[in-house]
């Protein structure tokens, strides 16, 4: 029933931009936490942004300054824009809905950001 729906991802180039969206269905979308993560083929899954139910971000060192973290909660969607993309940003990418009593992840969208 809670369910997270991912899309945007697929084959960017270096120094590129793209841009993920995340709709949430089956949850007030309003009162959770919203995450970006992204977990490449021989690494463990990091958080790479974050967006509290009020609107303050954060990111990891390496999304800093290149990625955005923003939220409708009228469409009940998340998005994360990236730009100036490097090859080290290519992996899948998950987007996290967390409150207190519960959290859910979505199915991850694949990014590869390659010449």
């Known amino acids: 029933q809670e369910h997270l729906v991912e899309s945007g991802g697929g084959l960017v180039q270096p120094g590129g931009s793209t841009r993920l969206s995340c709709v949430a269905s089956?949850?007030?979308?309003?009162?959770?936490?919203m995450d970006w993560y992204r977990q490449a083929p021989g690494k463990q899954r990091e958080l790479v942004a974050e967006?509290?139910?009020?609107?303050?971000?954060d990111y990891s060192d390496s999304a800093r300054g290149r990625f955005t973290i923003s939220r409708d909660n009228e469409r009940n969607t998340v998005y994360l824009q990236m730009n100036a993309l490097k090859p080290d940003d290519t992996a899948v990418y998950y987007c996290?809905?967390?409150?207190?009593?519960?959290?859910?992840w979505g199915q991850g969208t694949q990014v590869t950001v390659s010449s």
């Open positions: 967006i509290t139910t009020s609107g303050t971000t």
């Open positions: 089956g949850i007030t979308f309003s009162m959770y936490h």
């Open positions: 996290h809905a967390r409150i207190w009593y519960a959290d859910y």
